[in-house]
């Protein structure tokens, strides 16, 4: 899946677009997937159009336009629109979407995938087996180390 995330619309009120891009690199790391986010408006100056920032290409509608118009460019040039996922809260542009037979996610939506990746991450690390006493003693001596003696340290 390739997923296209109207920025403005995700970012909302309560993020900076630098707090947005450090969620959206999170998530491309965690999911392993590709995105592309589209903002409203002309280029940044630290990420010019096209720039990466860890994993997520970052893209811009122009001067004057929105990201909903370059984001249905983006579906009505794409050859299989069906891998592709438009996380956006706008009606219109959802309903678009879906007409190009692409997958709709809701900016909520996205954020609870996102959030159930993390939880999915942090459980995954805590049920990783600790090493037992023996084990911990075989490690100690393959290092140099006799048992008693790191115990001394």
């Not at 249905?72 to 959802?94: F, G, H, Y």
């Not at 084990?135 to 003696?149: D, M, Q, S, T, V």
Request: aromatic fraction near 10%.
């Amino acid at each position: 899946m390739f997923y296209i995330v109207d920025g403005n619309n995700l970012m909302g009120r309560k993020r900076s677009r630098q707090e947005l891009l450090n969620l959206l690199a999170e998530f491309v790391e965690l999911k392993k997937a590709r995105l592309q986010v589209v903002f409203d408006g002309a280029p940044d100056k630290h990420y010019p159009e096209n720039s990466y920032y860890q994993g997520v290409k970052i893209s811009y509608s122009a001067r004057g336009k929105d990201a909903d118009t370059k984001i249905r460019k983006i579906l009505e040039t794409s050859a299989n629109p069906k891998n592709l996922v438009i996380v956006t809260s706008d009606n219109d542009l959802a309903s678009y979407a879906r007409t190009c037979q692409a997958q709709h996610l809701k900016a909520a939506e996205f954020l609870t995938l996102l959030s159930e990746a993390k939880e999915k991450q942090i459980s995954e690390q805590q049920n990783t087996k600790p090493l037992v006493k023996g084990e911990l003693n075989e490690w100690l001596r393959y290092f140099g180390f006799e048992p008693h003696e790191a115990n001394k340290k």
